[in-house]
């Protein structure tokens, strides 16, 4: 930190490393990293037509916020709309306005600024099917539906957006998200003349489609009675920014962390502001209950083995995003009905739940790995990791879960247009399991 201002390159710090780490860069390359996240503009473009859904502000919102976070110049053309439902952590009545303020809340050294037209630099990203005027080669379209998201080139295809639910609009917005990270890597490898192992990992993705949950409709309530949150990290504030979106959801949740948000949060966590730097992490959760449908309970404790007989039983349903896998392990112990799990190592999110007779949470986390180091990280990484564990905990509460072939799912989010970028499988069962064994 320099002095006592705030400055990017403090916000950005876990994505240095990350980027660090992945290209085998030492500290000195750390500003040069800075500078070319900082270095890329990104404009995003949406009409009246698209906007005037709650899914497609929900998208919006969430790719200028998955951008946001990795430092990069933001700026906007778009009609003034009024906000048509809860958008967390905005604030106000007005789109646009609440995105131009939340830009002068988020990344230190950084604004969201509003622009009547693309310039020739730009990476463009448009809403939907939105007009475009002006022509640019680095373009996509972001669209989607209930539970599914993609990405088109700019010149294809793409739906207006229609529509309430949150899954398939944020999708959309993570899987276009990685575009801009790649962006900076390739100024990187060409500035520094790095010969990378799997390069086109870097390359433009030219379109991508997810889908968590084909065929599945969703009922006009979805009653998720009560969920335990373990951690209030970015993992879990990703799971509660889409479930947050959810407009006829009836849910009581209670959220564990002891740790208060900071500056190093700003990179990934969607719920933390600048304006909330030193409050509680559960406090930046909690706000955004909706009595009486959606109450939260923020509970600034660790939950651990002493901690938890305070704490009563397990809530039917846990949502575990916390990295320390001795607390997935607790957790699993107590035989909640629903275990969901997310976690993040560099660019790989790892998603499961566990449910009685299949294989255990402890069955996938076996060993305790003991890494207790800083960890290395990417907003669009963790939003996956949040996004993938609450479309499985809606697909519970819509009475279609998941299949048991779907139990995992190791997803890499750099290329979600090639094979093996998104592995579904069971999890072995571990006959020595402590837990299920
Ligand atoms: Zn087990």
């Given at each position: 930190?320099?002095?006592?201002?705030?400055?990017?390159?403090?916000a950005?710090?876990?994505?240095?490393?990350l980027?660090?780490?992945?290209?085998?860069?030492d500290?000195?390359?750390?500003?040069q990293?800075?500078?070319?996240?900082?270095?890329?503009s990104?404009?995003?473009l949406?009409?009246?037509?698209n906007?005037?859904?709650?899914?497609?502000q929900?998208?919006?919102v969430?790719?200028?916020?998955?951008?946001?976070?990795?430092g990069?110049?933001?700026?906007l053309?778009?009609?003034?709309v009024?906000?048509?439902?809860?958008?967390?952590p905005?604030?106000?009545?007005?789109?646009?306005a609440?995105?131009?303020?939340?830009?002068?809340?988020?990344m230190?050294?950084?604004?969201?600024d509003?622009?009547?037209r693309?310039?020739?630099?730009?990476?463009v990203?448009v809403?939907?099917?939105s007009?475009?005027?002006?022509?640019?080669n680095?373009?996509w379209r972001?669209?989607?539906g209930?539970w599914?998201g993609a990405?088109t080139?700019i010149?294809g295809?793409?739906p207006?957006?229609?529509?309430?639910?949150?899954?398939g609009?944020?999708?959309?917005?993570a899987?276009?998200?990685?575009?801009?990270?790649?962006?900076?890597?390739?100024i990187l490898?060409?500035?520094l003349?790095?010969?990378?192992v799997?390069?086109?990992?870097?390359?433009p993705?030219?379109?991508?489609?997810?889908?968590l949950?084909?065929?599945v409709?969703?009922p006009?309530?979805?009653?998720?009675?009560?969920v335990d949150v373990?951690?209030?990290?970015?993992?879990?504030m990703a799971?509660m920014?889409c479930?947050?979106?959810?407009?006829?959801?009836?849910?009581?949740?209670?959220?564990?962390?002891?740790?208060?948000?900071g500056?190093?949060?700003l990179?990934?966590a969607p719920?933390?502001l600048?304006?909330?730097?030193?409050?509680?992490?559960v406090?930046?959760?909690?706000?955004w209950?909706?009595?009486?449908?959606?109450t939260?309970v923020?509970?600034?404790?660790?939950?651990?083995?002493?901690?938890?007989?305070?704490?009563g039983?397990?809530?039917p349903?846990?949502?575990v995003?916390?990295?320390?896998?001795?607390?997935?392990?607790?957790?699993q112990?107590?035989?909640?009905?629903?275990?969901?799990?997310?976690s993040?190592?560099?660019?790989?999110?790892?998603?499961s739940?566990?449910?009685?007779n299949?294989a255990?949470?402890?069955?996938?986390?076996?060993?305790?790995?003991?890494?207790?180091?800083t960890?290395?990280?990417v907003?669009?990484?963790?939003?996956w990791?949040?996004?993938?564990i609450?479309?499985?905990l809606?697909?519970?509460?819509a009475?279609?879960?998941?299949?048991?072939?779907q139990?995992a799912?190791n997803?890499?989010?750099l290329?979600?247009?090639l094979?093996?970028?998104?592995?579904?499988?069971?999890?072995?069962?571990?006959n020595?399991?402590?837990?299920c064994?």
């Open positions: 930190m320099s002095g006592n201002r705030l400055t990017k390159r403090d950005l710090d876990r994505t240095v490393l980027i660090r780490r992945v290209l085998h860069l500290e000195s390359h750390a500003d990293i800075v500078q070319a996240l900082s270095s890329i990104v404009c995003i949406a009409d009246c037509k906007l005037k859904c709650f899914a497609g929900s998208c919006f969430t790719f200028v916020q998955l951008v946001q976070a990795m990069c110049q933001v700026k053309v778009m009609p003034e009024p906000l048509m439902g809860p958008q967390p905005l604030i106000g009545d007005e789109l646009r609440a995105l131009v303020a939340y830009g002068e809340d988020s230190p050294e950084s604004s969201i509003l622009v009547d693309i310039s020739a630099n730009d990476l990203f809403l939907g099917d007009r475009l005027d002006g022509t640019t680095a373009g972001l669209s989607g209930t599914w990405t080139t010149h295809g793409a207006r957006w229609v529509g309430e639910f949150p899954v609009a944020a999708v959309a917005a899987i276009a998200s990685v575009e801009p990270f790649k962006a900076a890597i390739r490898k060409a500035d003349r790095l010969n990378l799997a390069s086109e990992q870097f390359d993705t030219p379109a991508a489609q997810v889908d949950a084909p065929g409709v969703v006009g309530h979805l009653l998720l009675g009560d373990i951690s209030a990290g970015a993992v879990s799971a920014h479930l947050l979106r959810c407009p006829d959801l009836v849910a009581r949740f209670r959220v564990f962390d002891p740790d208060f948000v500056v190093s949060n990179n990934r719920l933390a600048l304006s909330l730097l030193g409050a509680p992490k406090e930046a959760i909690a706000q209950q909706r009595h009486p449908a959606v939260i923020g509970l600034q404790k660790r939950l651990d083995r002493t901690s938890a007989p305070q704490f039983a397990r809530a349903s846990c949502l995003g916390c990295d320390d896998i001795p607390t997935r392990w607790l957790v112990e107590q035989m909640p009905r629903w275990v969901g799990i997310g993040t190592a560099d660019l790989f999110t790892l998603t739940e566990h449910v009685s299949i255990c949470a402890r069955c996938l986390h076996r060993e305790d790995d003991a890494f207790r180091d960890v290395a990280t907003s669009f990484v963790s939003y990791a949040g996004l993938l609450a479309a499985r809606l697909r519970n509460a009475g279609h879960p998941s299949s048991a072939d139990q799912l997803l890499v989010p290329r979600l247009d094979p093996n970028a998104a592995r579904w499988g069971r999890v072995a069962r571990w020595c399991c402590p837990i064994g």
